[in-house]
């Protein structure tokens, strides 16, 4: 898990289907433009204007954080993927970048395999 992989919704592009598995693997929401996944490049969040105003990484710096899209994408993952972006993003508000790579290795690493949020299953790391 690296920095680059946290997406500025407080998504770990690490734990997505899109990221873990071989074949069109997509290179992570802050990765170069034609390595992203159609669906991540058109995203809303990343696209949003107050964010590329204010030049931040992440969306808590945002002064409507919380916004509607956030909470919208947030209800989604706690209902299917038990994860939540919200939290992720208090998280690294309160904590720091590298604390939360080190809280997201302890939650989701197993030896040599992460684990896939959206499948619901371990792949191993490449």
Known sequence: MKIKLIAP???NCALCIG????????AGCNGASKDIHKGCRNCRITN???LKASKSKYCF????????RLKQLD?????KYEMS?????EYIRDNGIRKFIQHEKRRWVKGDKVYCVHRKKYYKIT
């Open 9 to 11: 919704c407080g998504m």
């Open 19 to 26: 990221f873990v598995r071989e074949k069109n693997r997509c």
């Open 48 to 50: 949003c204007p107050k």
């Open 61 to 68: 710096t945002c002064d409507i954080f919380p916004c509607a």
């Open 75 to 79: 209800k989604r993952y706690r209902t």
């Open 85 to 89: 972006m919200i939290e992720n993003l």
